[in-house]
């Protein structure tokens, strides 16, 4: 099962846990209710097969598909890629990321500013809605091989804060209000 907590302030080494002393666990419940953050526990090893993801896929329409390997030696430009992926931003769309090998870490904002840190590993899927502020490291491990799903053509396009402004982020903020009530929900 997927762990997350709330981060501590320290500036070191981004791919450490960063967990506060003593940690705050974020229930799954909490991480939804907080963030709008959804888990999903898949079968990595037959992810073609899972009902599962094939029923996420169906029901929120992700006709697209890649697959992306984070480490030193798969990724070009590995330094200045971390950099870019630990920026906080946000998009237009959802990301979903379904984790087939390694492990990392996913950072969301909650409605307080804090930065909740979701570890991922083999088998976790996650999907983080469209307008929230995020960013993505790896663990001390430095390898992650996951799925990305998107519905039509990829964007990858980030914004990086403040993109306040951004009709995205003004809906994920009305979803917030109502702790994702009125976002959809598998």
């Not at 798969?74 to 870019?84: A, E, F, I, T, W």
């Not at 980030?158 to 979803?175: F, Q, T, V």
Request: with cysteine.
């Amino acid at each position: 099962m997927v762990q997350s907590w709330v981060m501590d302030s320290a500036n070191n080494d981004q791919r450490l846990e960063h967990k506060t002393n003593p940690p705050q666990y974020v229930s799954l419940k909490d991480l939804y209710t907080k963030t709008g953050v959804e888990y999903f526990k898949i079968d990595a090893n037959n992810y073609a097969e899972d009902s599962t993801l094939t029923d996420l896929r169906t029901q929120r329409g992700y006709s697209y598909e890649d697959e992306i390997t984070c480490s030193e030696k798969c990724l070009p430009d590995y330094v200045n890629k971390l950099k870019s992926f630990f920026t906080e931003h946000l998009h237009t769309d959802e990301e979903i990321r379904l984790v087939l090998d390694g492990s990392g870490y996913f950072d969301v904002r909650d409605s307080e500013e804090n930065w909740i840190r979701i570890y991922v590993e083999k088998g976790d899927l996650i999907i983080i809605p469209a307008g929230i502020y995020h960013r993505f490291t790896l663990d001390i491990n430095n390898y992650i091989k996951a799925k990305r799903y998107f519905i039509g053509e990829p964007v990858w396009l980030p914004y990086n804060r403040p993109a306040d402004s951004m009709e995205c982020r003004k809906e994920y903020l009305k979803h917030q209000e109502t702790n994702f009530t009125t976002l959809h929900k598998v």
